[in-house]
Each structure stands twice: as structure tokens, then as C-alpha cells.
């Protein structure tokens, strides 16, 4: 069951426009995928070279969770704007499409980090530590140091929360639309 107590606290206290952010692909950031090198090639999505188990049976699991708890909420209180902000969608787009959005790099490699493996992510060794690099250009990565992202990939996730079409609604026309979710889907 997917906790929306604070968002239910949110309620009561007033607010009529509540941002709900879901999971993001954690088999996706090098993080993940550095500290799972020995598993199997069938462990990976072929598309995305992601964890599959990460992603799908507890990203994409919570996600689908809190998309039924969402839509609970706003029958229980429709005066109020429930967005539901997808984070898993917006990066998997950025993988798959890495270099039309400009990321030349790998997108699965961290700029920041010194790690001896195709991810430059070492648990040891993170981005801030002496000796650790990190790379020149980080606008052509998507991952910053393992566990984030670059600027460049927040801003394409943010884009596309406030125009679409990661969000439901789109936070720049949520004033305007029903409160459905994925009503037409």
C-alpha cells in the first residue's frame, strides 16, 4: 500500500494543488547497475541496458500503486488539483533517446566519479571526494555523479511536468483540465 498521508495533511491544511512525484527507474543510475556487474546479461533491459528487476518489480510496481491511491484521493477530494508527476517515463525516454535531447555520453555513465567500470561509479570513491574527476562537459550526460542527474536531464523531466507530457495534467494546465486521471486511458 502506498503511503499519501502527507498529501491528506496537505488537504487539511488548505492546499488545493498538490505535485505527487512517482519513483524513477533505479535500475537505471549507475549506482544500481555498478554494484550488479556479476548478474547475468538477461538481468538487463536490451533496450535500455537497466536493471529489469530495479525497474519493473519495484519502480514501475510503486509507480502502478500510486497511480490507484492518486485516483482514490481525487474522487475522496475533488476540489483539489492531484498531479501526478512521472518520473520513471521521462528518464527511460532520456536513455532510450539520449542523443536527440543532446546527451552524447553514455547514458548510463556518470560524469562525476572515478570508477573502473563502464558506469565511472565507484561506492568508495564518489564525486566529491579528493582525487575523484569529473568530466568537462556535463551537459552531455545524463547522469551526474551515480545517483543524480545532470542539470540538462532535470530540466527535460521538469519540461516535461509543466507542458506534458509526463504529468498528469501538465502543471502549467492544471488549472484548466479535469481531475481524471488518465481518464481517456
Given at each position: ?52 528487476e530495479l525497474n519493473e ?129
Amino acid at each position: 500500500m502506498i503511503d499519501v498521508n502527507d498529501s491528506i495533511r496537505l488537504i487539511e491544511h488548505g492546499a488545493m494543488a498538490i505535485v505527487i512525484p512517482g519513483e524513477s527507474p533505479s535500475g537505471c543510475f549507475p549506482v544500481s547497475l555498478a554494484q550488479n556487474t556479476s548478474r547475468p546479461k538477461s538481468d538487463y533491459d536490451l533496450e535500455t541496458g537497466c536493471l529489469k528487476e530495479l525497474n519493473e518489480q519495484q519502480a514501475a510496481y510503486h509507480n502502478t500503486e500510486l497511480l490507484k491511491a492518486i485516483k482514490k484521493l481525487r474522487l475522496k477530494y475533488p476540489h483539489v488539483k492531484l498531479i501526478y508527476a512521472d518520473y520513471y517515463r521521462p528518464v527511460i525516454d532520456l536513455i532510450k533517446s539520449s542523443e536527440s535531447y543532446g546527451f552524447t555520453e553514455t547514458p548510463l555513465k556518470a560524469c562525476c566519479g572515478k570508477g573502473e567500470n563502464q558506469y565511472n561509479f565507484n561506492q568508495s570513491e564518489v564525486c566529491g571526494m579528493p582525487n575523484v574527476n569529473y568530466c568537462q562537459n556535463p551537459s552531455s550526460f545524463v547522469s551526474w555523479d551515480g545517483v543524480h542527474l545532470t542539470e540538462g536531464a532535470y530540466r527535460h523531466i521538469a519540461t516535461s511536468w509543466l507542458k506534458g507530457p509526463y504529468a498528469d495534467p501538465p502543471i502549467l494546465t492544471a488549472h484548466s483540465t479535469s481531475n481524471s486521471l488518465f481518464s481517456s486511458k
